[in-house]
């Protein structure tokens, strides 16, 4: 027995190391996204699966659907051609970041707004919607603007928003409490948890129009442009995203997907997203 | 790994307090309702026992995560304002009452019956039985299981980072997001988690070993 | 009443139970590759070869004292570094069963000690070499005695399992929490579902210990 353990020792530890060498050579996070992508013919995308309009779970057919949802797939049709395929991860504004520096996806399509600080290690397309951000309230709140964020009131916010640091930012005296995605949130502010919640307009928009006796209110008072992030150091897929969203925006795909998804939500300016 | 958690110690240091807050607070409460139980699922009283049974058994089976969400979202709708520390601890030590009430059963049922029936002739009293001989005797066999719970408690008290209970796991997950350095943050709460734990689990083992020898 | 109703058609419910068989699905290949390797691990730690079982204890010590959440990020976006591009239902299962593999160990090897010394020592002397009499002798009497943790500690593997919604493993919790986050009427009702569904399946495997350990012993 105690041979055997030796020996089995020995083979694991070989084991080990050639993994660790099969690894190490090339981390996924370092290898060029667009070769691998077409060379399997498939891009990876984190999507958002807890987020109305932009993308969310339909448990009818356990799918997601959304704005984001079909731009990841006509992105993909326009790099990898007619064969490519998307294949959707589920993420939430928490995981995004880890699983691009990770390699865990391709590209992320998640209500991300490009901001200096995820500049420095993330690489962002240009903008495909420009957002802004707004707060969410129950119909009969005193709650009217930021300005009514005073000390003993507080706001719901998600976890790896930069609308958590924006809120700091104009109303510092709020108590901020951070969720883990967008339906864990609007289910806090249901549950009273919080007075507020906030995010950029369009997700709330999303909400309010899921459940009506929550509304929107005070305006948009940041501006958040979302792009498509990659991993720092991705400028061969970046590049290629960049086109082909230039492509859509020229054949018309981009208007008639911002129409399906936005053109009849009430409150909503189809114009200022563009 | 230095480095994220030097820069971030205040928050780091707050979310290990809320977690051994959480833990203590837990323990003492699941230590209590989980004796109470222990006592039903022993009671002479036949539906006394089934109580005590179905409450154990109930609560054994269903994840600590579920209770604890099951509080953050439903009882403020309904009955009361709740914030997440709360409804968390609370989820913990309702989780923990069952496994404590297995425990404490387990150690007062090791005691021999004829340490009871010795007491009972001599003119004590049930409880009197109970709480001058039993318990001492059963105490020294669940001290180390206790501390095993303990540490359940450090460890699962990372469900709070579901409701913003402001735990270390919860804290960590906010440094990773800010500094988008996930493997040093979760390696440098991951190093927190184990000074509270390792030294522990150590010692229980100590405990274990030398009680069971004696 | 009505909520209930409404929250239990027929699309919420299989959603749900779709969730319930990822849950089972990761479940059981998880107990299956952790019994294995904790076996393994529980061995190695109860042979006492010099160095190697202190080690072996040691890393078993760490993940053991860590939290189930920790690792599952961990594994989750550490794998990929090492050229892995596992989706989340195997990293799920790597996750747990590299926690579960290390809580198994120890109660393995403590089942082994509880064998009598004299066992051993009498398969040798009957000219059984180490590694039959381990495998014949001391394991199958081991097990016996170890079907009530062994089980328990496959049921706490059942309940983690609700704990890697937080990579969006689209389990059982997952699932509830997202018609739920669709509709809030539905809290109750979804968690009622919960409580039920986790019940019956971990107290059927409570059951069905009960009823082999009887038999065995």
Known sequence: MKKLFKRMSVLLAAGFLILVAAGCGKPLADQDALARAKKADTLVWGVKADTRLFGLMDVKTGSIKGFEVDMAKALTKQILGSKGKAELVQ?????RVPMLKGGNVDAVIGTMTITPERQKVLNFSDSYFNAGQSLLVPKDSKIKSVKDLTAGTKVIGVQGSNSVDNIRKVAPATKVLQLSDYAQAFTALKSHQGDALTTDNGILYGMSQQDPRYVVVGGSFTKEPYGIAMNKGQTNLTNAMNKALKTLRQNGT????????????????????? | MFKIMFSNWDALLSGLGYTLMASVIALIASLIIGT??????????????VIGKAYVEFIRNIPLLVIAMAFY????????QMDGFTAGTIGLTIYTSAFIAETV??????VPNGQMEGARSNGLSYMQAMTHVVFPQAIKLVIPPLGNQFINLVKNSSVLAFVAGFDLMYQGKLIANATFNTFDTYLAVGVLYLVITMPMSYAMRYLEKRWHTA | MQNFINAYSAVNLSYLLRGLWVTIEVSVVSIFFSFLIGTLLGIARYVKIKYFSAIVGFIIDLIRNLPLLLLLFFTYFALPNIGLRLSVIPASIVAMTVFES???AEIIRSGIGAVPVGQMEAARSNGMSYSQAMLQIILPQAFKKMIPPLVSQFISLVKD???ATIILLPELTQHAQII??????????????????????????????????????
Do not use: C
């Open chain 3, 161 to 163: 399992t609700s704990l």
């Open chain 3, 102 to 104: 290390a809580m198994l």
């Open chain 2, 105 to 110: 059963r387990a150690g007062i049922q090791s």
């Open chain 2, 36 to 49: 109470a139980f222990a006592l039903m699922e022993i009671s002479l009283h036949k539906w006394v026992r």
């Open chain 3, 180 to 217: 739920y986050g669709q509709n809030v009427n539905y809290t109750i009702p979804m968690f009622v579902a919960l409580a039920v569904l986790y019940f019956i399946v971990n107290y059927a495997l409570s059951v069905g210990s009960r009823i082999i350990d009887h038999r065995l012993n």
């Open chain 1, 91 to 95: 993420i939430t504004s928490d995981t």
């Open chain 2, 73 to 80: 979202v439903i009882v403020p709708q309904f009955i009361m």
């Open chain 1, 254 to 274: 981009y208007e008639k997907l911002i129409n399906k998804w936005f053109g009849d939500v009430p409150g909503f300016d189809i114009k200022e997203v563009g």
